[in-house]
């Protein structure tokens, strides 16, 4: 289910005038007229059904007012359900820098799965110059605000400043400050299979999970000092049965893989 996420909220009446990139989206991408419906996800994260009242082509403005939905109705077949609301357990990506190009990919396909927050982190084998990259910058805003249309994710995907292994793990910690230990669950991919264990496994006795964290190596994976720091930290090591992955598809291959054995 498509959805537009609007930066401003309704005015008075109800309306929201949509102009500049935002206009050609709806109108060249999602290909909207008058009388259309779209949903609508406020500041506040609520999705709001709205309908097209007016297009202005010369002036490149498009007009949405309140659509109300009577019990029972449906706005076509993609209506969402009433439980499309953010997820109780929050999902956070620790990822290793890499490329420029590839973590573009990472963070979009991460925010189309919902993760919650993405935090860079510098390690023995991440990019070079990765604590110079802007990972906060208009750039990434707006590749996250096209993934979250596309996909019609409800959860605000955030990119944290680039941190430290040693800052990461204790980021870590914090968030999980107030948790017992069967309301999270960290792990980092590690591409030996010494020492570790599937995913599956390191979701046992885990109960009403608040958080979960995935931690993914750059390319050249992990060293096993680096291993052994998030271990110390509460991070479980696991390995994933499968061919030798990219970072960018072992980052996505993990979020997978922990949705589903949490969610089952």
Known sequence: MRQYISQKNLDSDGLLTIIGKDYRYLRNVLRLVSGDMIHVRLPSGELQPMTVCFVDEKAKKITLQVCDIAE?????????????????TEFILFMAVPKSSKFDLIVRQATECGVAKIVPVLTEFSQNGGEKMNFRGERFERIIKEARQQSGSPVNTQIENCVTLKEACEI??????????????????????????SIKCSCEKKQNLKKVALFCGSEGGISPEEVKSLCDAGFTAVHLKTNILRCETAALYGIAALQVAVST
């Open 172 to 197: 870590w910690k914090n968030e999980c400050e107030n948790l017992s230990e069967s309301e999270k669950l960290a792990v980092v991919l590690y591409e030996r299979n010494d020492s570790t264990v």
């Open 72 to 88: 029972g109705e449906q706005i076509g077949e993609n209506q969402p359900e009433e439980t499309d609301s953010i997820e109780s």
